[in-house]
């Protein structure tokens, strides 16, 4: 499989399965546990369980679906929770509003991710924990993140709890 032009890992799984995997799932526990008499009236709500430091979340990735699923899975735990689609919205967001987290998917179009890292960084913005979310995983990809000012390295497709575990370390 090719993600922006380089070989995703691992190559037989469609970078987004997490997202999809999740929602099917969820349909199958409540197919698996029709609601009763007493639950069948409610609103369905929030997950009882969000986490216990609410923060402001930028992610930022040029697939729409990805990133909105993303941002719904943040909210869900209590996140507040921006959406940039591009490296230049990204930077002006973060320009305007720091957030305490930065998702950021490496194969951006125009500016990529390494180099919207670089300028975050450069800005002053230091406090914001910046996480890469990308289809690549070789050691030297993680060095290459490094060096550009990223605090940890995810590889797509990536759990949720993963990702909670990376944003509250």
Do not use: W
Not at 8 to 16: E, I, R, V
Not at 25 to 30: E, F, N, Y
Not at 94 to 114: C, K, M, T, W, Y
């Amino acid at each position: 499989m090719v993600h922006h032009g380089n070989k995703c890992a691992p190559p037989n799984l469609n970078c987004h399965a997490l997202y999809l995997s999740l929602f099917y799932h969820g349909k199958r526990k409540l197919m698996n546990n029709p609601p009763n008499q007493s639950t069948q009236n409610r609103l369905p709500t929030a997950p009882a369980s969000p986490d216990p430091v609410a923060r402001s979340i930028l992610v930022v990735d040029d697939s729409i679906d990805a990133a909105e699923s993303m941002a719904m899975l943040l909210r869900l735990k209590g996140h507040a929770v921006r959406v940039a689609y591009n490296g230049a919205d990204a930077l002006e967001m973060v320009a305007n509003e720091p957030p305490s987290v930065v998702l950021l998917d490496i194969g951006l179009p125009g500016i990529d991710g390494h180099e919207v890292c670089r300028r975050i960084r450069e800005s002053g913005v230091t406090e914001a924990r910046i996480i890469a979310l990308t289809g690549h995983g070789l050691d030297e990809d993680r060095e290459r993140s490094k060096a550009a000012g990223f605090d940890a390295h995810a590889v797509k497709p990536v759990a949720l709890a993963e990702i909670l575990k990376i944003i509250s370390s």
